[in-house]
């Protein structure tokens, strides 16, 4: 579906205001929806083939639906962007758009865990053409994620860092090699994501695997 961010006598930001809510409420609905069958199919994923397809397929759907989500979302920024560089913007109008904003981006996140869930079974089970798919849809939402000013936590391989992390279990260092390959308390996997804002506020940490202490 086309929007005109520019209609005839109409603000961006009241066009912005009309057009994210609708478009919020079906895509949290159909989030929600994903959220729920993956939570329930969590056991069973890595065990019935067919379950998978059928999940991957909602994910393509889906997929397609959130991407032309975010592309409407990306093109409403730039407009409201445009007009705040030459207008004045109601505080009240503009505070809701952002609402608004945040609650799309906690949902992105969401989306991402449980793709990252599905990866993880589908990596175990050889599926890796659907694993590829999910992985490209990775790439576009943290880029989405990224335009509003949300960026990853890159700690993989890096010491641990108790302020961005949370370290959820250990691992001993393998034989062959040590700390000329890693650092003290590496990160060696991360199990859920972290995000942090462009001006250096946490949004969530991440949930984290470290190398041992040495004994």
């Known amino acids: 579906m086309g929007w ?16 994210l809510p609708e478009q919020l409420q079906r895509m949290d609905k159909t ?3 994903l959220h729920d069958r993956a939570t329930r199919n969590n056991d069973q994923l890595s065990e019935v083939a067919a379950q998978m397809n059928k ?3 909602m994910l393509y759907k889906t997929g397609q639906e959130t991407h032309t989500g975010i ?3 990306n093109t409403g920024l730039e407009a409201l962007q445009q007009w705040q560089a030459t207008h004045d913007i109601d505080a009240a109008g503009f505070s809701l758009l952002k609402h608004q904003v945040e609650h799309l981006v906690a949902m992105l996140i969401r989306w991402l865990d449980d793709i990252d869930m599905i990866r993880n079974r589908l990596e175990t089970d050889g599926q890796n053409h659907w694993r590829h798919l999910l992985e490209q849809w990775t790439e576009q939402i943290l ?3 990224a335009e509003t000013g949300i960026q990853e936590i890159n700690i993989l391989g890096s010491s ?3 302020q961005l992390a949370e370290a959820i279990g250990a691992v001993e260092m393998p ?3 040590g700390q000329d390959v890693y650092p003290p308390y590496a990160v060696v ?5 972290g995000y942090i804002t462009s001006e250096g506020r946490l949004l969530r940490k991440a949930q984290v695997i470290t190398i041992k202490e040495d004994n």
């Not at 996997?189 to 994501?193: A, D, K, L, S, T």
């Open 143 to 145: 880029a989405a994620l």
């Open 175 to 177: 034989p062959d090699e």
């Open 71 to 73: 592309k409407q979302l």
């Open 160 to 162: 641990f860092n108790p």
């Open 31 to 33: 989030l929600n929806a």
């Open 189 to 193: 996997e991360v199990v859920r994501r």
């Open 4 to 19: 005109k961010f520019w209609g005839k006598n109409k603000k961006p930001i009241d066009v912005l205001a009309a057009i």
């Open 55 to 57: 999940i991957a397929r």
